[in-house]
């Protein structure tokens, strides 16, 4: 199998086979020897070479298809990963959708308390579009991009889910 | 002996109140609203009651349907926790009148300790220290800056009904008294419906050292050592130690017998904590009383070797404190951290949601506190605590380092948490060194996190990430497990589940 990974923004080749319980792993060209047993669903027991690493894998949220969402935990250390492959159109198309309208989805079930802007308005990337309001705290829901509010699906008091999409960003 | 106890809070106290009476024979009552039907405290518990909505005033701060509760199930008293009811003197009333007991202090005093000037007057009169400043609310500006003038600034207004860092202004010089005093009257009224509000000289990088007291219904009146809470964000403690570093044996003697005196001068009884803030030069002043069961109590229960839950029970059972004040010793070191559901990098903001993966920790010197378990859904609609990761040692330096060593270990996933913070905590320099102040953890947030990741790391990632990908493993059903032996079946299926993973791939 041939893997494009992408660990926090920076992009590797993989190349994974299995036969008979042993793999064979090159990354970037470069052989390396992996050892893997899965001790849980989520939980990796991984072997490069002899040094040994706990491997935890987790989808943040309930969205699974959400970009982003998926961690993959080395040791304390945690990494925001993707794994495509190469050759399916998919991934090509998803690549691509940094451009063009973007979603502001709820990050956590709560209630919309404040609504910061119009549809219609201009906003600079990091700007304030929405209050949501859970365990007692407020969460300022900031625009990804510069651009203007294309649609405001959130009204003030509304209770939301997370992952709920809240308003669009031209 | 009671046979039967009500605990009203959820959460890990409850879990932990729970165990507590269980292994002294007492059967436990649990109350849950809409949200916590799954919540481990009702698993726990033997009878299990639902209260109404899940908004804390229709059911865990509701005291007629907790009553109720209590009378449908039989109880004979109610344990309340922290927070919730648990310093509500309506609430202690309306359990007398019910013929239920509290488990904590009398109405009276609660009412006594409740408004912080009102304490204030007895304590004087108790010959207790106090932060330089007027001991009832202000009347003008006039007088605040009269006040403040005398003592010095910077000085610290304050709301007498306050809590949590409402109502609070720092003001550095004379200038800004009487804009402040407007804002903290206002903040004063809209957070606890009352205005009045005293002054205080502000002491800078002061230590927060609190005093646990235990007090039977036969006068006799103990402390149990002291506990760090210098650590805070805003307002809010966030890492607890026992015993203090800057406490030596003399001072704590000094600092037990005057919060036995504040607890005296109150006719107080039952568990109770005695806020210090301590300055520079180690002298300490009383600051508050909290008339409960501290969430950090596990720190002390460690460096003491007694179980205060037990003796919260025993206490108001009517039983004689089962030991004198030479019996307390202090031994050893123990540490707290408090496991929150809230994301590091998002300014701490609260994050519920499903855990999809608990890894505990375990092993020598580790006690953890819970009130979570895999695969539950932690509500939006309470205080994010999730849990408390307490090390112990012999010493701080071994607390420190089984505390560290637990956390590598500790994995909450599918929520943030903020386990991140306290490994940054833990080996800080200046906290491996004990310089801490109540200023200490903004400092430490407002440096860069320079904690070194291992470069290979990032690679050791990737793979990862593709093995997960080729077993098809990565968040879906169950695949194929190290310790299951069943052979070839499972291969298989393994085989099929990898192809079918690659073929949603395409």
């Known amino acids: 199998m041939l893997y494009d990974v992408t660990i926090d923004g920076k992009n590797y080749r993989l190349e994974l086979e299995r036969a008979e319980g042993r793999w064979s792993c090159r990354l970037d060209g470069h052989e390396v020897e992996v050892d893997a047993v899965l001790a849980r669903q989520d939980v990796l027991s991984l072997r490069i070479g002899n040094r040994a690493y706990e491997i935890k894998s987790e989808h943040i949220g309930e969205v699974k298809d959400n970009k982003n969402d998926w961690h993959v935990w080395v040791g304390s250390a945690r990494f925001a990963c993707d794994v495509r492959d190469p050759r399916a159109l998919r991934s090509r198309a998803r690549a691509a959708d940094d451009h063009g309208p973007r979603k502001l989805t709820a990050p956590m079930p709560g209630k919309v308390v404040r609504v910061l802007v119009q549809e219609g308005d201009a906003v600079e990337a990091g700007a304030g579009v929405l209050v949501v309001e859970a365990m007692k705290m407020q969460n300022e829901i900031k625009s990804p991009k510069k651009g203007t509010i294309q649609k405001m699906l959130a009204a003030e008091g509304v209770a939301v889910n997370a992952g709920d999409v809240l308003a669009i960003v031209e | ?506």
């Open chain 2, 1 to 506: 002996m009671f046979k039967k106890i009500l605990v009203a809070n959820r959460g890990e106290i409850a879990v932990r109140v729970i165990r507590a009476c269980h292994e002294m024979g007492i059967a436990t009552v649990a109350v849950y609203s809409d949200v916590d039907r799954a919540a481990l405290h009702v698993r726990k518990a033997d009878e299990a009651y639902p209260i109404g909505a899940a908004a804390a005033v229709e059911s865990y701060l509701n005291i007629g349907k907790i009553i109720d509760v209590a009378r449908r199930s039989g109880a004979e008293a109610i344990h309340p926790g922290y927070g919730f009811l648990s310093e509500n003197a309506r609430f202690a009333q309306a359990c007398v009148d019910a013929g239920v007991k509290f488990i904590g202090p009398t109405a009276a005093a609660m009412n006594a300790m409740g408004s912080k000037t009102r304490a204030r007057q007895a304590m004087e009169r108790a010959g207790v220290p106090f932060v330089p400043g007027t001991s009832r609310g202000l009347d003008s500006i006039e007088e605040a800056a009269e006040v403040a003038a005398r003592i010095g600034y910077p000085v610290m207004l304050k709301a007498a009904a306050g809590g949590g860092g409402k109502g609070m202004r720092l003001v550095h010089g004379p200038d800004q008294l009487k804009s402040s005093l407007e804002e903290a009257r206002s903040e004063a009224e809209r957070s606890f419906g009352d205005s009045e509000v005293y002054i205080e000289k502000a002491i800078v990088n002061p230590r927060h050292i609190e005093m646990q007291i235990l007090a039977d219904e036969h006068g006799n009146t103990l402390y149990l050592g002291e506990r760090e809470c210098s650590l805070q964000r805003r307002h809010q403690k966030v890492l607890e130690e026992a015993p203090s570093p800057v406490v030596d044996s003399e001072m704590r003697r000094r600092m037990g017998e005057v919060a036995v005196r504040v607890a005296r001068a109150a006719n107080y009884t039952n568990a109770g904590t005695v806020e210090f803030l301590v300055d520079e030069q180690k002298n300490f002043y009383f600051l508050e009383m909290n008339t409960r069961l501290q969430v950090e109590h596990p720190v002390t229960e460690l460096v003491t070797d007694l179980d205060l839950v037990h003796l919260q029970i025993r206490i108001a059972a009517g039983e004689k404190l089962p030991l004198t004040q030479e019996d307390v010793s202090i031994r050893g070191h123990a540490m707290e951290c408090r496991i929150y559901a809230e994301d590091p990098e998002n300014n701490y903001f609260p994050s519920p949601g499903k855990i999809t993966l608990l890894l505990a920790s375990s092993g020598p010197g580790i006690r953890e506190d819970s009130g979570m378990y895999e695969g539950w859904t932690v509500p939006m609609d309470y205080d994010p605590l999730l849990a408390k990761l307490i090390g112990y040692g012999s010493d701080r330096e071994q607390a420190i380092a089984r505390l560290t060593r637990a956390l590598g270990e500790y994995f909450v996933g599918g929520i943030k948490t903020n386990i991140s913070l306290f490994r940054r905590i833990l080996s800080d320099p200046d906290f491996r060194d004990a310089k801490l102040d109540t200023g200490f953890l903004d400092r430490m947030l407002q440096r860069k996190d320079d904690q070194r990741v291992d470069p290979q790391a990032a690679q050791v990632a990737a793979i990862a990430a593709g093995v997960f990908a080729a077993l098809g493993a990565s968040g879906a059903a169950a695949v194929e497990f190290a310790n299951d032996k069943s052979g070839e079946k499972t291969v298989r299926a393994s085989n099929w589940k990898s192809t079918s993973r690659r073929e949603a791939l395409r």
